[in-house]
């Protein structure tokens, strides 16, 4: 097997080398077609939710990345008042093999570190879609379909 290139995953601009679990997690509504009532057929009609859950290990030097996480979980009351004008227009992106997901928000952040993990911390956090306009949501759409196409050949 030929060793491939380690691309990392993008939350914002923090990259996370070492990911040991992606997880995408899309929810759906669902509603009855009109006028079939006796049959029960049910239709698809929107996306409702969409969360991502991501585990990876911060190793050696790239520790240092974990108060920039922190930063944008938006751990502290001043943080979340200087960018909170900002999240009016724009979420967190996260960029990996899956595709391209804009307006996420870290909703857990959780950084564990044990005996046999000395120089590595592991995060857990899970994401979720906020969405802010409809333009960022075709602009996510495409973008989306044009990197799950494009990583078909990585």
Avoid at 65 to 85: D, F, I, Q, V
Avoid at 136 to 150: H, K, S, T, W
């Amino acid at each position: 097997m030929a060793d491939r290139i380690n691309i990392p995953v993008l939350v914002g601009l923090v990259p996370l080398f070492a990911v040991t679990s992606f997880v995408l997690n899309e929810g759906y509504k669902v509603v009855p077609i009109a006028g079939n009532l006796a049959t029960h057929l049910k239709q698809l009609v929107a996306p409702t939710t969409k969360t991502i859950s991501i585990e990876a290990l911060l190793i050696d030097e790239f520790r240092a990345l974990r108060p920039a996480l922190e930063a944008m979980a938006l751990t502290s009351r001043l943080l979340a008042s200087a960018t909170g004008l900002l999240l009016k227009f724009t979420g967190i992106p996260v960029v990996a093999k899956t595709g391209v997901h804009l307006d996420m928000q870290i909703t857990t952040l959780v950084f564990t570190q044990d005996n046999q993990m000395r120089d590595a911390l592991k995060v857990s956090m899970t994401l979720t879609h906020v969405p802010r306009s409809r333009v960022f949501g075709l602009i996510g759409g495409a973008l989306d379909v044009a990197v799950g196409v494009g990583t078909a050949f990585i």
